[in-house]
């Protein structure tokens, strides 16, 4: 493992025991700290380098060589040359400093869509962590300017939301959603609104187009990294696990079983699960699906959409393959590749840890069939990898593995985490807030009183965020969303310095030989150069002159 429980150099400790992305296995809500992305919240860029500058030095000890994952690929770094610099600027040492990279990125076919970093949140829909922390999420998307995905089943689960003949005509938890981050939107980011058989059955996308038309990208979902069933919730209350079955939801155990509610009076069943349905199961083979999905996009285009994008999975090739080629065809705006396991909400821990194709996997082998598209001239669909990745480095190589197709990385716990550690230093700055914000602490524990004791001591970016909404806003913007900029800024400077030293200062010049394969594994399941073998004659030639 690249990363263990404790990094003394940066002085973070996991709560937890950290994954492949660095986050612990489980992220807590309440945690009070303080892995990298935790304290990144808070203190921003400064998390780039080593602590107590001055009487330290400090040396890598990743030797994570072995085995196959994105800790497994490597950055390059060059000696000379600079490409991509933005308009006006020269060559000259002066001009070729990291805050210059340029990190805008865009995507989709006739209307683009433009994002101030290569970064999207993962879809955060009907688990109550995204309900609950949704306007740091939302406000913190939208303020930084990068796409926000609300995920499936929102209205179906929202008591308030109102469906007659099978159509919503009131589905207040979707406004709220959708106008939280529309709100501060400034033409950077968008808002996407996902949809998984119940919400098609639900009539989302008639309802989404008719109250924000083309403002919202529609979002088609054949599966995500975290499992290969549909999304899942518990509840603890036996009236609201009704109410859900009467959604028409798959519960478990049925709460409209009599024995099944004596059990519950008893407290020997003291939860429901909620489950969507799987897609597809009545589609009998590749054709079948590809007329199915060329149907459901016509009609989408049909209601007034003008950008729709697919999500799809860690299916095996057949799958991927289909969902590159379909969404080319029907010339989608994005397709967002997601590798197991990365999860947010309530999936199986088993199944988590056990189906479907590794981030690092999927990732190669859709870049390798998007080049098989490219060759025979098509243009092929813009693409965004997600699975597991939290840090600046995993958003290069990310970008990097899928060149020139990826345009973006989507992160799913780790841009929650400051969410909740934003809404936690809220309510315990100001009790009267604490359960609008679904605080979790009663006063900041030491790990954040050792920061400062005011937003603006705790969070690096607070006045970047002042000078953007200006003084009066700032008491209508969540910590958390206070921290969601402060960490978009420690992955953003992160990022810049990466391909300031790849010589790359736009991320259109990023390319696959700016990383290397750290094993030979790697090297041959993702077609990425072993790190030594890269430019290897370029240099007997310099031996040789
Ligand atoms: S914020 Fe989450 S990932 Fe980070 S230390 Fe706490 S529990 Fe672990």
């Avoid at 840090?391 to 899928?402: M, N, V, W």
């Avoid at 990023?510 to 077609?527: C, P, V």
């Amino acid at each position: 493992m690249r990363f263990s429980k404790s990094n003394d150099v940066l002085g973070t400790t996991n709560r937890g025991n950290p994954a492949e992305s660095s986050l612990c296995t489980l992220c807590r809500a309440d945690c009070q700290g303080k892995c990298e992305t935790w304290l990144s919240s808070l203190v921003g860029r400064k998390l780039l380098y080593p602590r107590d500058f001055g009487i330290v030095t400090a040396g890598a000890n990743n030797t994570t060589h072995v085995g196959v994952s994105y800790n497994s690929l490597r950055i390059q770094g060059y000696a000379y040359g600079a490409h991509g610099l933005p308009n006006g600027l020269s060559n000259d040492p002066d001009d070729c400093i990291f805050p210059n990279v340029d990190l805008t990125t865009e995507f989709g076919q006739e209307v683009k869509t433009k994002a101030r970093i290569p970064l999207m949140t993962g879809a955060l829909g009907s688990t109550f962590v995204a309900a609950k922390y949704w306007d740091s999420f939302a406000i913190g998307g939208s303020l930084v300017g990068i796409p926000v995905v609300i995920g499936e089943n929102v209205v179906g689960v929202d008591r308030e939301s109102q469906i007659s003949h099978g159509k919503i005509t009131v589905s207040p938890e979707l406004d709220r959603r959708i106008d939280t981050y529309l709100r501060y939107h400034d033409g950077y980011g968008a808002i996407i609104v996902q949809m998984n058989v119940e919400d098609t059955r639900n009539g989302v996308a008639e309802y989404v187009s008719e109250k924000y038309g083309d403002k919202v990208i529609i979002e088609l979902k054949w599966g995500q990294g975290a499992k290969d069933i549909g999304g899942e919730i518990q509840v603890t209350s036996l009236d609201y696990a009704l109410f859900l079955k009467k959604r028409g939801y798959v519960v478990d155990p049925n709460p409209e079983i009599p024995e099944v509610q004596e059990a519950f009076k008893h407290g020997a069943i003291r939860s429901f699960a909620r489950h969507s349905r799987l897609g597809g199961t009545n589609l009998s083979s590749v054709d079948v699906v590809r007329e199915e999905f060329m149907k459901s996009v016509d009609y989408l285009r049909s209601l007034g959409f003008k950008r729709i994008s697919l999500k799809t999975g860690s299916y095996g090739m057949e799958e991927l393959a289909m969902a590159i080629k379909f969404a080319t065809d029907a010339k989608l705006d994005l397709l967002t590749i997601d590798g197991s396991g990365g999860g947010t909400g309530m999936s199986p821990w088993n199944m988590m840890q056990s189906w479907g194709v590794p981030s690092i996997n999927l990732h190669a082998k859709a870049y390798e069939y998007a080049a098989i598209l490219a060759a025979k001239g098509e243009r092929v669909v813009d693409l965004s990898f997600a699975g597991g990745f939290a840090l600046e480095d995993s958003i290069f190589k990310a970008i990097a593995l899928g060149a020139p197709y990826t345009k973006l990385v989507c992160m799913g716990r780790a841009i929650m985490i400051p969410g909740f550690v934003g809404a936690n230093i809220e309510g315990a700055l100001n009790p009267d807030r604490r359960e609008k914000v679904s605080g979790n602490w009663d006063k900041l524990p030491k790990t954040v009183a050792s920061i400062g004791t005011t937003p603006e001591e705790i969070f690096a970016s607070y006045f970047d965020v002042e000078k953007k909404v200006g003084k009066d806003e700032m008491k209508n913007i969540p910590y958390g969303a206070i921290a969601f900029w402060t960490l978009a800024d420690k992955l953003a400077c992160g990022l810049q310095q990466l391909m300031a030293g790849a010589r790359k200062f736009a991320l259109n010049q990023i390319t696959r030989q700016d990383i290397f394969s750290a094993n030979r594994e790697t090297e041959k399941e993702t077609g990425i150069t072993f790190m030594t073998d890269y430019n290897d004659e370029s240099a007997k030639k310099i031996l040789n002159s």
